[in-house]
């Protein structure tokens, strides 16, 4: 009985959304390496993100946050970094450095080119100081930005997966982004060949399918 409530106590804890496509990363990578956890909605339309406890994990207030024990552990690119150095058994970064790099930067303009430019607190201001009208076209515009980059950047390197015929962590980042593009803005996917191969093989695979947007617990019911 002991054992069990260490083991209770030590089970991964992920503050997540379901709508979040910073969170469905780290799904997607916590499923990949059969990694139990205990998902923790955080609604965000609410503003639950600002609550003096939320706040304490990340006092930035987004999601995921990452609880590990006495770790704590926000911004989907840490968290990911952490669990491919403390769970390495199943690898989602290759060995081969040219390889490695090549993954992080894909992953990079996911998160810092294209996400952060459609999350929530961006989307408001953008309502509230110029137009609501103009908050799909500005999403829209830098999607296809991101994507059109991607597409130049995976074309000569991508095999089954983004970068090679094993899943590793571009295609982590790239799965939920294709998502939204396709699902939450409507985005025009004809440009972009490889992402819809990519999109197509990840519908395959049960650790994705499990960690998107419409599968997780606080989603709305249909």
């Not at 910073?22 to 990578?29: G, H, K, P, V």
């Not at 309502?127 to 995976?154: M, R, T």
């Amino acid at each position: 009985m002991a054992h069990q409530q260490a083991q209770h106590q030590n089970k991964l804890k992920l503050y997540s959304y379901w709508r979040s496509s910073c969170s469905c990363r780290i799904r997607i990578a916590l499923n990949l390496k059969r990694l139990d956890y205990e998902y923790i909605p955080v609604n965000l339309l609410k503003g639950e993100q600002f609550s003096p406890e939320f706040q304490k994990l990340n006092p930035i207030g987004y999601v995921p946050v990452l609880v590990d024990g006495d770790v704590v552990i926000s911004d989907s690119l840490a968290i990911f970094l952490y669990l491919e150095e403390k769970y390495p058994e199943i690898p989602l970064l290759p060995s081969d450095l040219a390889k490695k790099a090549l993954n992080i930067q894909a992953a990079n303009i996911v998160c810092s080119s294209i996400q952060p430019l459609q999350n929530l607190a961006v989307l408001k201001y953008i309502e509230e100081k110029v137009s609501p009208d103009e908050k799909v076209p500005w999403v829209k515009f830098h999607i296809e930005k991101g994507f059109g980059a991607v597409e130049k950047l995976l074309k000569d390197h991508a095999g089954k997966y983004a970068t090679g015929d094993e899943v590793a962590m571009a295609d982590a980042f790239l799965a939920p982004q294709i998502h939204a593009g396709i699902k939450r803005f409507n985005v025009e996917m004809s440009k972009f060949p490889l992402l819809i191969r990519l999109n197509e093989a990840y519908s395959e695979l049960p650790e994705f399918l499990k960690a998107m947007p419409e599968n997780q617990p606080d989603a709305p019911s249909a």
